[in-house]
């Protein structure tokens, strides 16, 4: 566990040093004072809580919690919120600070939370929203390295699919299909997610907001590679194979 820290530390560390770099780049061709800059991760990392290592196998606060920073001289006001934010709103973001139109896939949605809002008027946010994570790929597990003396593993902890909807304090986590029982949270008593709580009323509400997040994702049209150029799509088809995205 000390290396695993250290390791990660020391990642940390470098990504701080190559964004500095970034940013001083910016700074000396005189584009950073018009420039948008957001400092954000896609996920968090297991280092041994929940006895658990990488970003795999869960949807925990230590894998979906995030930081989120942005900077903008002379639009952003400095400060801190907490209200309630989440990755999607960065691409409502990009386009307003673009001024850009949304697509027209979106004009239907942009009253709804969970499409993603623009984050450019904190003051405008909303002070509680439903956010929704997914875990969408099912990596598996390697029981043929366990050996015959090894306790049992029972490998349906890897192997489901999970989502996740937090709303106030409270978090429920579902893995579709039914492999195993919904786990509701209540974050502000029990940050750890130690223990489930036991509340029907917040079960069942979240439960069918949840629902209703899966069924307008259904709902949403398939993405459309016509419109591409061939070349370039394999071309991006190839740079994701080079680091490790396969087919799915």
Known sequence: LE????????????????????????????AL????????????EHLGEHELFDHRYSLFDELVRLPLVMWWPGRLE????????????????????????????LHDRLDDPAAGMSLLDPAALPAERARFASYLNDFGVLTSALGPGDEPVDPRRFQRELDVLVHEDWKLTEAPGGLEPP????????PAEAQPAQDATALAELGAQLAAWREALQAAPPSDKDGIDPRELADQEARLGAIGYGDD
Not at 37 to 43: C, R
């Open 33 to 44: 004072e018009n420039t948008l800059v957001v400092l954000v991760s896609d996920h968090g």
């Open 78 to 105: 400095a400060g801190r919120t907490d209200k309630p934010v989440s990755n999607q709103d960065l691409f409502l973001t990009m386009l307003e600070a673009a001024d850009v139109a949304p697509p027209p896939v």
């Open 183 to 190: 786990r509701l949270i209540d974050l502000a008593g029990d």
């Open 3 to 30: 290396v695993m820290h250290a390791v990660y530390d020391a990642a940390m560390a470098e990504l701080d040093a190559l964004f500095a770099e970034l940013i001083g780049q910016l700074e000396a061709r005189g």
